[in-house]
């Protein structure tokens, strides 16, 4: 490799990693991860009749369970990973779900084509794009030393 690209390189990440790599940017990545779970997860806590809604409109029964489940999940794995204890498991947890939730709610290949389909296939793969940043951070925080 050049040595001068190396070296720029170089410069620009030594110009990047004390904004880039503290502490509090961190924080607000893991806030961006966990942002549409903490809304989803109050949102149903503040409307649990729309939870309801939602749980029916999927087939989930029963919704009550399902409701209470999700909220749970939601907002108690979202709190493990922007606290840090047991950031894995949270990551692990909200990866799993989105997973099995991505291939309920947006099975786009079962859609006609235009705009329906071309939409939720585009959520689709934004949330595999969302389980991916999940998984690195599980991946990360299993790489700390006890």
Same mark, same amino acid.
Request: glycine share 10%; charged share 10%.
């Given at each position: 490799? @050049?040595?001068?690209?190396?070296?720029?390189?170089?410069?620009?990440?030594?110009?990047?990693?004390?904004?880039?790599?503290?502490?509090?940017?961190?924080?607000?990545?893991?806030?961006?991860?966990?942002?549409?779970?903490?809304?989803?997860?109050? @949102?149903?806590?503040?409307?649990? @009749?729309?939870? =309801?809604?939602?749980?029916?409109?999927?087939?989930?029964?029963?919704?009550?369970?399902?409701?209470?489940?999700?909220?749970?999940?939601? =907002?108690?794995?979202?709190?493990?990973?922007?606290?840090?204890? &047991?950031?894995?498991?949270?990551?692990?947890? &909200?990866?799993?779900?989105?997973?099995?939730?991505?291939?309920?709610?947006?099975?786009?290949?079962? &859609?006609?084509?235009?705009?329906?389909?071309?939409?939720?296939? @585009?959520?689709?793969?934004?949330?595999?794009?969302?389980?991916?940043?999940?998984?690195?951070?599980?991946?990360?925080?299993?790489?700390?030393?006890?």
């Amino acid at each position: 490799m @050049n040595t001068s690209s190396t070296s720029f390189s170089d410069r620009l990440a030594n110009l990047a990693r004390p904004v880039f790599g503290s502490a509090a940017i961190r924080w607000l990545a893991y806030l961006g991860l966990c942002a549409a779970y903490l809304q989803g997860g109050f @949102n149903k806590l503040t409307d649990f @009749n729309g939870a =309801l809604g939602e749980m029916t409109h999927f087939g989930l029964q029963p919704a009550a369970l399902f409701a209470v489940l999700v909220i749970v999940l939601e =907002l108690g794995a979202s709190a493990m990973i922007l606290t840090g204890r &047991l950031r894995w498991l949270g990551a692990l947890a &909200l990866a799993a779900f989105t997973l099995m939730a991505t291939f309920l709610a947006l099975r786009y290949w079962e &859609l006609p084509a235009g705009p329906a389909r071309f939409g939720a296939a @585009n959520s689709f793969y934004e949330h595999l794009g969302l389980i991916g940043g999940f998984l690195l951070v599980a991946w990360l925080d299993l790489q700390k030393k006890p």
